[in-house]
């Protein structure tokens, strides 16, 4: 991780944190802990932590999928007061291979966060590309749960 000096009390200004994992589905919860905690800590309400922490999830079983075997996992946080972005990616394990972006698990995700998209770099000479989704998650607005603060 980096910044972890950032991690000690409640996140301030502008943070970066980086997990790579092997990208395997037993590893996942490892990577949606981190932003549970990371959400957490810039002050995110529940339900905003909970919508971020299941797009984690959803991102990275989608690209553990498509992943190359014995490839990386590696997810980015950026950590913003008002949101966090967060980019996923993995080496595919095709030269052709895609997200599929017409499935129930895709509109989960986008229900999920606020802005999502997929990435593809490579691949055009053969060799295997690198899929991303990258999504963003806003911090709820003050009262946006209908209660005064």
Same mark, same amino acid.
């Given at each position: 991780m ?19 994992t ?79 972006? +017409? ?41 946006? +749960?209908?209660?005064?603060?």
């Amino acid at each position: 991780m980096s910044d972890a000096a950032d991690l000690d009390g409640a996140l301030d200004g502008v943070s970066t944190v980086e997990v790579r994992t092997t990208a395997s589905a037993a590893l996942i919860p490892t990577i949606r802990a981190v932003a549970s905690d990371l959400a957490a800590r810039a002050d995110f309400d529940l339900d905003s932590i909970s919508d971020l922490r299941m797009a984690v999830d959803e991102a990275c079983a989608t690209l553990v999928d498509v992943a190359a075997p014995a490839s990386n996992l590696r997810c980015v946080f950026h950590v913003r007061p008002e949101r966090i972005q967060v980019h996923a990616e993995v080496q595919a394990d095709k030269p052709d291979a895609t997200v599929s972006t +017409d499935t129930f698990g895709w509109r989960v995700l986008q229900t999920l966060a606020d802005e999502v998209e997929v990435r593809h770099h490579g691949g055009a000479d053969g060799s295997r590309p690198t899929l991303g989704i990258r999504l963003n998650k806003r911090a709820a607005a003050p009262g946006a +749960d209908g209660q005064d603060l």
